[in-house]
Each structure stands twice: as C-alpha cells, then as structure tokens.
C-alpha cells in the first residue's frame, strides 16, 4: 500500500517559491529545498519529481496565484489609469526588499537555459502587454488619454517601465522606485 502525502502540497509550493524566489534556481539545492520545506527527499521527488520540476511548478503557481488575478483589473470593461496606478502601486507595496518579482527573476536567471522559462515569460509578457493596452485603450474612450494617444507605443513603453521597476525591487532599491512612480503616473496623465 502506497503511503500517502502528510503534507499540503499548495503551501509546501508557497515555500519552495519562496526559497527560489530568495535564492534563484542554480543557489538552491535539493538539500536545501529538503531542510526549508521540513519533507524527506523521497516525499519531494515523489510528489514534485526533481529540483527542475520544482521549480516549474512553483512558476506556475506564481502565475496563477499572484501574477494573473493581478492583471484582471486591467480587463475589466471600465479599466482605465486609476487601474494602472493600482497595479504599478501594489508592484510595491507586495514585495518585500530584494525580491522584486518571482518571474522577472526566473527570467532574467533562466530563460535563455530553459524552453520552459522561455514559453512561460513569452505568455506573461503577452498576457502584461494585453491587459495594459486593454485599460489604456478604456483610459482612451473614458478621455482620460488625448484621442490621438498611440496606445500600441504608450503600452510598450510602460511594460519597458514595469520591467525597470522590478528590477530594481530586485536589487533592493524600493527608494529609487517611488519617485518613478510618480513620474509614470504624471506622464501617463498628460497623455
């Protein structure tokens, strides 16, 4: 009789996100993925399989769980640019310091070593790239943007400026952040 999992899987996938988040992919280990999440390594491999598995699933979890609920403001058929400044604002408020974001770090450590980071960063950006131009084509009809606005131009500017952002909530530098902030949000309103 097989044993079964004395563990929950969804809050062991929380932890082990958290140890690469911190640490990236290549600085953590099996044995420290073992001692951080309190399993053994066979309950490890028999539940998520290896280190590399790991790891895809705590990125698919993120996605799920944090990035895409994030994004659906910015879908919603009133979305406009207090959307926008919402999302750019809980960018901030979210990380602790020296995080910045989970995927941004995945993709930054391995998307040119990992079809899988690849296919899965070419989808949030896709996804980022949709949602901000949805809300500022609303901003656009509401008349919070100028009628001649290229939201197409304006959209990928700001995902060039989200990406700025998690960079530097990476590095640990929150304070160099807000001051951005405020820029973006005065320059998208003098659109």
Known sequence: MARQCCFDREEVLERAMGLFWQRGFEATSVANLVEHLGINRFSLYNSFGDKHQLYHLCLEHYQQKYARPRLQPLLQDDAGLNQIE???????????PGYGCFLQ??????????????ALSDQIFDGLFTALKHALEGAKTKQELGANTDTDLLTHWLVLQIQGIRALLRAGQPDRVTPALT???????SQ
Do not use: G, K, P, W
Not at 86 to 96: A, G, H, I, K, R
Not at 106 to 115: F, I, K, P, T, V
Not at 183 to 189: A, E, G, N, P
């Open 86 to 96: 919402t999302l750019l604002s809980q960018m901030c408020q979210e990380v602790e």
């Open 183 to 189: 820029q973006i949000v005065t320059f998208l309103r």
């Open 105 to 118: 770090s995945a993709l930054l450590e391995r998307r040119q070593l990992d079809e899988q980071v690849a």
